[in-house]
């Protein structure tokens, strides 16, 4: 590819690395609770929220958020496969819940990687 065509398949490769999972994801949570029988549950994607108490530019997005009655999870998509950057990832969606949900509110990371990894961030 050259630059011209590069420039024009960003978008494409932008939602490909991140907005293609953060769907699936998204997607699946509603299957779920479908499945479960859940039909008040709210599942939203790609969530852009602000702190309270904050300049305009202080937004922030969450990929998935899910809304049961008084309970809230939310959703951290990661394409990572470094333990780092999972962490990375762990860490925010614990912020960013208890920021929204308060101390009650679940955080998850939904990620490509392997399960050690995974578990050892788990544990971590």
């Known amino acids: 590819f050259n630059m011209s065509q590069r420039a024009a398949y960003a978008p494409l490769a932008r939602f490909l690395n991140?907005?293609?999972f953060e769907m699936v994801t998204y997607e699946a949570a509603?299957?779920?609770l479908a499945e479960l029988g859940v039909?008040?549950?709210?599942?939203?994607h790609s969530l852009e929220a602000k702190y309270v108490h904050s300049q305009p530019n202080d937004r922030f997005e969450v990929d998935v958020v899910i809304r049961?009655?008084?309970e809230l999870v939310v959703?951290?998509?990661?394409?990572a496969h470094k333990r780092s950057r999972l962490?990375?990832?762990?860490?925010?969606?614990?912020h960013r819940s208890r920021m929204m949900g308060g101390p009650g509110a679940r955080s998850l990371v939904v990620a490509l990687a392997q399960p050690s990894d995974c578990h050892e961030v788990q544990q971590s």
């Open 18 to 20: 991140t907005g293609f």
């Open 30 to 32: 509603q299957k779920a």
């Open 39 to 44: 039909t008040s549950a709210e599942v939203v």
């Open 68 to 70: 049961y009655g008084y």
């Open 75 to 79: 959703v951290s998509c990661a394409m």
């Open 87 to 94: 962490k990375e990832k762990a860490f925010e969606v614990l």
